[in-house]
């Protein structure tokens, strides 16, 4: 049974990712800032989870090790805060924290195992805010950090070992309580391109960026 670890599966799109992957057959476990909120989502899942606050990096081994070898890292976790990019209040910090550098140390840490098994899937949850391709929009530096993340997903392949995909994803605007309640699409449907991601099979893409199971522009 393949294992798949979700950053942020408590809730909004990352639950529905973790629903959807045990409905794929795997093993999930989900990761959440908040143990009790964690703990609480995983029960009602019917999953295992861990407490992993990708602002801490020194809490990354320990929850990794809880977790146990991974085949599926989701990195879903995001944060959002519509300030200018001139104020200095710690939301570039925050933001470049959580949507860029935490996904990358735990890319290099789950990495080599991956390829020791011969299989990986890396999914990246990112925007079309973070899209050169159409026009940077996201707010304060919500837009920059996701392009940075795009850019990531864009050159792995050529480092990551054999076996072992990495691809982005935008939701769209879903109904989440980053997205608001006014939102296009329910997290089930914003999560449906996360599941085929990180259940390609051997011949599937790489380096990508997907909306709707489609490829999307940079």
Known sequence: MRRALVTGGNRGIGRAIAAGLLAEGLEVVIGARDPAAGA????????????????????????????????????????????????????????????????MDLIRRVAPGMGARGYGRIVNVSSGWGSFAEGLGGPGVYGVAKAALNALTHVLPRDLPDGVKVNALCPGWVRTRMGGPNAARSPEEGADTAIWLATLPVDGPTGGFFRRRKAIGW
């Not at 899942?45 to 602002?55: F, I, N, P, Q, T």
């Open 40 to 103: 609480e989502a995983a029960d009602a899942l019917g999953c295992r989870s861990v407490a992993l606050d990708l602002m801490r990096p020194e809490t990354f081994a320990d929850a990794l090790a809880q977790a146990g070898d991974l085949d599926v890292l989701v990195n879903n976790a995001g944060v959002l805060r519509d300030v200018s990019l001139l104020d200095d209040d710690g939301a570039f910090e925050e933001a470049m924290q959580v949507i860029v550098r935490a996904p």
